[in-house]
């Protein structure tokens, strides 16, 4: 059981706009604490897409965008492409164990 | 462009103890955050611990407390993590990632513990 909650599985359309939610605590997510999102496809090492709740690294296209409210965060993929198939996980330091925790990740089909 | 390359796969026995390397390309290791993340097989990703050599810090998650230790190498720009007492669910592909977001991450080292 992750402290962070992700559901586990979201699906698409090419074009289509997908969100996946991740769901925490005021001692991780809430308060002053930020999200990152990762990208992992098996077999390749996982990739950051949002940083501090919203910002994109360079390379990352815009498609991808993050935003938090309170203790939930979000991850929106609009413009779906099936290259977009992947685990996707969120992440967030956790005052109460001084560490990271990572959501249990959310496998994106495009259908 | 930064890098991080992991050590081979490593086989080991219950009970044993295994260490593990990351070679920095790129970055300066004194100059960063190096953290390992690891993904059982089926499983999603686990931050294990993490150093921060310009601080001389480290944190470890409390899943792992006493049995890992990180360890960085500035002369040659190498991080290490030790896992002692292997357990059969230890299995699992290990990462490092560097930077406090985790923004560069390596393919990882495949550790099988089986007897």
């Known amino acids: ?111 | 462009q930064v890098q991080l390359v992991h050590s081979g796969a490593e086989v080991m026995k219950p009970g044993s103890s295994v260490r593990i390397s990351c070679k920095t390309f790129g970055a300066t290791l004194g100059s960063n955050v190096l953290s390992w993340v690891r993904q059982a097989p089926g499983q999603g990703l686990e931050w294990m611990g993490r150093i921060i050599p310009f601080l001389g810090a480290e944190n470890y998650s409390q899943n792992f407390r006493g049995r890992v230790t990180i360890t960085a190498d500035e002369s040659t720009n190498t991080a290490y993590l030790e896992l002692s007492n292997l357990r059969s669910d230890d299995t699992a592909i290990y990462y490092c990632a560097m930077g406090y977001a985790f923004d560069v991450w390596g393919q990882g080292t495949m550790v099988t513990v089986s007897s």
Request: glycine share 12%.
């Open chain 1, 1 to 111: 059981q992750s402290v962070l909650t992700q559901p586990p599985s979201a699906s698409g359309t090419p074009g289509q706009r997908v969100t996946i939610s991740c769901s925490g605590a005021n001692s991780n997510i809430g308060g002053e604490n930020t999200v990152n999102w990762y990208q992992h496809l098996p077999g390749t090492a996982p990739r950051l897409l949002i940083y501090d709740n919203n910002k994109r690294p360079s390379g990352v296209p815009d498609r991808f965008s993050g935003s938090k409210s309170g203790t939930s965060a979000s991850l929106a993929i609009s413009g779906l492409q099936s290259e977009d198939e992947a685990d996707y996980y969120c992440a967030s330091w956790y005052d109460s164990v001084n560490g990271w925790v990572f959501g249990g990740g959310t496998k994106l089909t495009v259908l």
